[in-house]
């Protein structure tokens, strides 16, 4: 007993000294000698041993990781379990990041949380299907490639596009690599938006679409970016709560009365509009009223009358001064009533319409059909002929007329209206309120009415949304907002527009008549450009006339001169290339799970329901887990401008100061995202958070050295002879009287073992147990 106290002390005294000596040895300092002298009792304790390190710091850490990596096997663990596992499929659909920019911690909440569900599934024994994918077209990658050169050329825009693309995809794709991604991330083994296999497979995709009469091409308003000079759908918008709009109170001339105002036939009457818009007054054509409202004639200090919602009386008096009402009528009683255009001074019609309000403006809506949702569906009932006045810069066209020709709408156009009618404008305030921006170019975006090819939700909608109630959606804690995030999108959307005007993407591949403009496309065009597509690539739709692509038979059997013919010039839309994805990649087109951030359901979540609704009857999903976003510590966006940036790299890398961004490590960055990105909408990057990972890692480290430590075989050679000192003697003399004298106490006891007494059992009990430990020593 006492050697053992003695051996532990010095094991504990041999511990400190060791750290001197690595200390020393980083000097340089040769202490083999003293190591040794120190080592002296160590292989006379059997303590658990192992080479398994607690923590690794510095270039060593970068070092292991990589190590690991390329060493261990774990860069071929995809491959492995999809050849050796012999349980269920487990599919995992990639979300393709975009092509563009270098990865940050968004990418690594998603691909961490992606990896941390199939290791999972793999310790469950299920073989997991999992592309890693890249969603390559789009106008971020195609502003990026052309931003420092002048082009126009379709085929040089592509090239260039193509070549920042595949840059882009190289830096990400290693970089996933390096956090410990499981996949199988040769190109053979991961999706390209770009590549001829999916772009044929999109456009067969796209022709069943059409046969069905859920694709379609109209001439209809759609939201449009001058910026970027294309067509946008409402996934590509983002919200500006602060727009500030230079909005107006306008008069219009009554030119004909409605009998219930007959008695006012000899005094000048106006119509009062309100509008957050001013240059769309160069396109407006009716005036809409409700019919359930109350309206009313109130004449101001200039003794004109004045026709304006009773409700918003008051409001519009503290704008443009005293109003004294003198009658008031029902809404309904302005059928047939008649103005005149502010610009062209044609007679113009009030007409009923339901998205007339009394909450905000006059009460009388100004309608420009070409430049508004609700004023296009007031035309079209009406019968009214839609003319758009603006073109894709976002100018007035020669329809607006000379004065305004070349004006942007959205500046000095604005301006230039409200000056022309200067007279009949009462009062202009700039207005604050929630406006949409392009959310590439992060600027302002108007509607504009245009020929576009549309996605026809209307056809989808009832089955789409009845489909959700079986779509798991995780976390569960949040299972009820995303659910009605996810129908949101579907439930108040007719149509997607499908088409942009750009030209690095995917060609929609129709022909046009030069003399009338109607589209013409079949089945039989398809597989003609699939072929095509086969021998000179996915350029060809822009390299090569019409005949060479699609033969003259094909082009013939439209029944449309081939000098009349013409390719179409659009592109479809990105959300649709990705959400077409399951039709290309997922086996049977459906995954077990969607993993992505909560944004999509405004994007691919949606795009990829909708398809799958159309083309198979079903969601190409069961479950979807929903993670949020990275912030830095103040909950503030991650943003270059604001300098609150932190990047992945640095964290298993560490920055320029290693003090402020020491090296991590890929545990580090994998226990963060494990720790926090499943659970929050908003996911914190901080020192702090890192460090308490740093720290949760060490804990576990520690345990598994022990453990590790534990399961060691100790040597067996080992020959230590007795060196008996008088105290050992002594001791081992008492400890012998002692054995003996309980042995005999033991054959005296052994019959009361017997009896049922629990205190003579316990007695028993305790006396054995001495006797063991007595023999053992």
Known sequence: MYRLLVGQRRTFFTSSVKNKVNEKIARGTKVKATLKKSNKYSETVLLPRTLFPVQINGKERIEKDEYLTTKCGFSELYEWQRKNLLGSEFVLHDGPPYANGIPHMGHAINKILKDVTLRSNVMQGKRVHYVPGWDCHGLPIELKAIQDINVQDPLTIRQQAREYAEKAVIQQRRAFQSWGVTADWKESGCYFTNR?????????????????????????????????????????????????????????????????????????????????????????????????????????????????????????????????????????????????????????????????????????????????????????????????????KGRFTEAAGSEFQGLSVLTEGTDKVLHSIADDVLHVEMFTHSYPYDWRTKQPVFIRASSQWFFNINSVRDKAIDSVKDIEIYPECNRTSFTNALIAGIKDRPYWCISRQRSWGIPIPVLYSKKTGKPFTSR??????????????????????????????????????????????????????????????????????????????????????????????????????????????????????????????????????????????????????????????????????????????????????????????????????????????????????????QTMYRLCTVSLSKTDSTATKLHHRCVSRLLKFSEQL
């Not at 961004?661 to 926090?676: E, M, N, T």
């Open 196 to 392: 001829s296999s999916y772009v044929k497979n999109q456009l067969r995709q796209f022709i069943k679409l059409y046969e069905q009469g859920v694709i379609f091409r109209d001439f209809m308003p759609v939201y449009w970016s001058a910026s970027s000079r294309t067509a946008l759908a409402e996934s590509e918008l983002e919200y500006n709560e602060k727009h500030q709009s230079k909005s107006a109170i306008v008069r219009m001339r009554i030119d004909d009365l409605p009998k219930k105002l007959n008695r006012l036939k000899n005094r000048v009457v106006y119509a009062l509009t309100w509008t957050t818009t001013p240059w769309t007054l160069v396109a407006n054509r009716a005036l809409c009223f409700s019919t359930d409202g109350m309206y009313c004639v109130a004449e101001d200090t200039r003794g004109n009358l004045n026709i304006i919602g009773e409700e918003l009386l008051k409001n519009v008096e503290t704008k443009i001064g005293p109003l004294k009402p003198i009658m008031r009528f029902e809404g309904k009683e302005l059928e047939g009533t008649t103005y005149l255009h502010p610009f062209e001074k044609i007679r113009l019609p009030f007409l009923a319409a339901q998205h007339v309000t009394m909450t905000v403006g006059t009460g009388l809506v100004h309608t420009a059909p070409a430049h508004g949702r609700e004023d296009f569906l007031v035309a079209l009932e009406n019968k009214m002929p839609v003319v758009s006045m603006v073109d894709v």
């Open 524 to 741: 039989a065009l398809i597989e003609r450009l699939c072929h095509s597509i086969d021998q000179y690539g996915p350029d060809c739709w822009w390299k090569y006339s019409e005949e060479e692509l699609l033969g003259l038979d094909v082009i013939q059997q439209m029944n449309v001169p081939i000098d009349d013919m013409e390719k179409g010039k659009d592109i479809l839309d990105i959300w649709f290339d990705s959400g077409i994805s399951w039709s290309a990649v997922l086996p049977e087109g459906k995954a077990n799970l969607y993993l992505e951030g909560y944004d999509q359901f405004g994007g691919w979540f949606q795009s990829s329901l909708i398809t799958s609704i159309a083309l198979q009857d079903r969601p190409p999903y069961q479950a979807l887990f929903v993670h949020g976003f990275a912030v830095d510590e103040n909950g503030s966006k991650m943003s270059k401008s604001i300098g609150n940036v932190i990047n992945p790299e640095e964290i298993l890398l560490g920055g320029a100061n290693l003090e402020k961004k020491p090296i991590y490590g890929v545990d580090v960055l994998r226990w963060w995202v494990a720790s926090h990105g499943s659970q929050h909408l908003q996911v914190p990057v901080s020192k702090a958070l890192l460090d308490g990972s740093k720290q949760s890692i060490h804990r576990i480290r520690s345990i598994l050295r022990f453990l590790l430590g534990a399961l060691c075989s100790h040597r067996q050679d080992v020959r230590c002879e007795p060196q008996y000192r008088i105290i050992d003697k002594y001791m081992m003399y008492r400890l012998y009287g002692y054995n003996k004298e």
